[in-house]
């Protein structure tokens, strides 16, 4: 059984000229990161490794939430995961290491609440607000994870 824990960055600023990829958290947005961060661990969570957007709010929500979770895991900076598609995010999935048996994905919304609603199979999920995770099981291996492969066994937003 591998696990997928799948991590909305947190609150960023909108700061008027500043590119979207540049935006960082806000004082709250790193609150939740730690927040979430925390939730994880209590769960038991214990990841093998960290897949990241290169953009900085979701940089700093793994520096957060890792420093809480687990400070010595290794984090890969995917740019494939910014502003990316559901199917995307699948095709990285899919190139997982088979070794891996617990990953983090932290990436950005629509694409990350898609992929949670595909791998579970459920059309009418509620809103996946920033500093939000979903924990996902599954039975299958990385290289052939697709539609409705995923349980969900946990979920956590930041107002919880």
């Known amino acids: ?16 000229g500043l590119p979207d ?10 609150r939740d990161a730690e927040r ?20 900085t709010r979701t940089r700093q929500t793994a520096e957060h939430a890792l420093a809480v979770l687990s400070p010595e895991a290794r984090v890969d900076f995917e740019r494939d995961i ?3 598609y559901p199917d995307d995010l699948v095709d990285l999935l899919r190139r997982t290491d088979p070794e891996v048996g617990t990953l983090v994905l932290i990436g950005h919304n629509p694409g990350v ?17 920033p500093g939000s995770f979903a ?3 599954t039975d299958v291996a990385w290289a052939h994870i ?6 969900e066994v946990a979920r956590w937003g930041p107002r919880d």
């Open 1 to 16: 059984m591998a696990i997928l824990v799948v991590l909305r960055h947190a609150k960023a600023a909108t700061v008027p």
């Open 21 to 30: 990829v540049d935006r960082p958290l806000t004082p709250r947005g790193v």
């Open 36 to 55: 979430a961060g925390q939730a994880l661990k209590v769960r038991g969570v214990a990841p093998d490794l960290v897949v990241c957007s290169p953009s």
């Open 82 to 84: 910014y502003n990316a």
């Open 113 to 129: 609440h898609e992929l949670v609603m595909g791998l579970t199979g459920v059309e009418d999920d509620q809103a996946f607000k």
């Open 135 to 137: 924990v996902l099981e």
């Open 146 to 151: 697709g539609p409705g492969d995923g349980r």
